[in-house]
């Protein structure tokens, strides 16, 4: 059962396009929505995240749009550069506590999103 | 400047062996995380831990355990390795806050064991 559902799976753009990545969740509960970025041979590094009590949040080049009604959210990438050429990862999360009474977050990822900017 | 690292970056292994993947953190994080990365699927999260000797299952445990008997250390263990297990694994730590609602979910990724099964 995919509770994040991100589209496309694949993405090529020309250098200053704008790629946009789409994604759905379902479980209402959910309270931060990061994406996060990862390049060959690496682990994915978180890129920008969202809470839902705001509708756009904007860090350099890279926006996401929140629409909590409909359940999506969305990364832009202005002016696109080669590279911002990697996976791209939506994801969300919901407050847990354990049973020491610390909390954590526990990450439910998307498909993921191979984007390729040309030159 | 690594501060989670796996240990193995390619691994061949046969069907029937008993695999382990090692994970070690720098950073004093209370979490850690193994996940599984496939074309298509995404991550999906196969066990976590938030306390030395604490674990709890992920949305896919099956054919898979895992050990924390030190903070800074979560290993991940197949039992006896079947060809569907060929993937990429992603271990990963985070904090966790004493009270009230984080305020963020930041996940150190390690960069990964590309483990092949034959």
């Known amino acids: 059962q995919q509770q994040v559902k991100q589209s496309p799976q694949s993405l090529i753009v020309q250098k200053g396009g704008i790629p946009i990545i789409n994604c759905a969740y379902e479980n209402t509960a959910f309270d931060y929505f990061p994406w996060y970025q990862q390049f060959p041979g690496k682990g994915p590094a978180l890129l920008i995240a969202?809470?839902?009590?705001?509708s756009e949040k904007k860090e350099g080049r890279f926006t996401i749009s929140f629409n909590k009604s409909a359940k999506q959210f969305s990364l832009h990438i202005m002016d696109s550069q080669p590279g911002d050429s990697a996976t791209y990862f939506c994801a969300a999360s919901k407050f847990n506590r354990n049973a020491g009474g610390t909390s954590y977050g526990k990450l439910t990822f998307g498909q993921g999103t191979i984007l390729t900017v040309h030159p | 400047d690594v501060k989670v690292t796996q240990s193995s970056r390619y691994l061949v292994k046969r069907t029937g062996e008993k695999v382990f993947l090692e994970c070690v953190q720098d950073m004093d994080h209370e979490n850690m995380f193994w996940y599984r990365q496939d074309p298509g699927l995404g991550l999906r999260l196969i066990y976590f831990s938030y306390d030395v000797k604490m674990k709890e299952k992920g949305d896919i445990p099956e054919g898979y355990s895992v050990s924390r008997e030190k903070k800074e250390r979560f290993s991940l263990i197949l039992e006896s390795a079947s060809t569907n297990q060929t993937s990429m694994y992603l271990c990963a730590s985070s904090r966790s806050y004493a009270s009230g609602r984080p305020g963020a979910n930041v996940l150190t990724f390690g960069a990964g064991s590309r483990l092949t099964v034959l």
């Open positions: 969202i809470r839902p009590d705001v």
